[in-house]
Structure formats: structure tokens, C-alpha cells
């Protein structure tokens, strides 16, 4: 069983800044990535960036490269998504979600979600 739990969102003006940051417990050992998606009201939800839990390989939907920066700090069982020169489209709920070693998923265990607007 892996946590997950979400934090850091809230209200920007556009063109700012905001971390989010994904804290993971429970089983870590057995993490293989974890991604962060969003979800904007009316709209499937989508992928925005992924990392390698050992290793640190990145992966980034189209919209966010350049502006958004993926990172995990295994010490504290933490991924953080850095999100610069945010936009009014970036408003969405981001979820934080695990992909396990041993799993066919594609993604295993999932956070509750942090809601975050940008304003124009």
C-alpha cells in the first residue's frame, strides 16, 4: 500500500509561481514512477509529467516543457511539480499518482488532489 497526499496548491496571477508537492508513504520501496496529472472542470483528466522514482527520468506533456519542472527528493519521500510562468489554462485539480514495480496499471495508487487557479 502506497500514500499519497497532495499539497501546495492555490491561487496565482498569471505569469507567477507555484510548487506542488506529492509526499508518499506506506510501501515507497516498491514505487517505479510517479506522475502528476490534472483535471480541469468539464475535461478529462490528463497527464502533465512523470519521474522515475530511482533515476530521475522525466517525461513532460507537450503544453507544460519549459515551464513546468518535475523532482523527487527520496530522503523525504516527496516529488515536486515547479510551475513557472503559469497560465489561466493551467487551472485545474493536480492529482499525484504512483505506478508500482509489480503493476500492469498504469497507475496504481492516487492522491485526494490540489486545486490550483490561475487567474488572468
Known amino acids: 500500500q502506497v500514500q499519497l497526499v497532495e499539497s ?3 491561487l496565482v496571477q498569471a505569469g507567477g509561481s507555484l510548487r506542488l508537492s506529492c509526499a508518499a508513504s506506506g510501501h515507497t520501496f516498491s514505487i517505479y514512477a510517479v506522475a502528476w496529472f490534472r483535471q480541469a472542470p468539464g475535461k478529462e483528466r490528463e497527464f502533465v ?3 522515475r522514482w530511482s533515476g530521475g527520468n522525466t517525461n513532460y506533456e507537450e503544453s507544460v516543457k519549459g515551464r513546468f519542472t518535475i523532482s523527487r527528493d527520496n530522503a523525504k519521500n516527496t516529488v515536486y511539480l515547479q510551475m513557472n510562468s503559469v497560465k489561466p489554462e493551467d487551472t485545474a ?3 499525484c499518482a504512483a505506478k ?3 503493476s500492469r496499471a498504469e497507475y496504481d495508487y492516487w492522491g485526494q488532489g490540489t486545486q490550483v487557479t490561475v487567474s488572468s
Open 93 to 95: 485539480v493536480y492529482y
Open 49 to 51: 509529467a512523470a519521474i
Open 100 to 102: 508500482l514495480f509489480s
Open 8 to 10: 501546495g496548491g492555490g
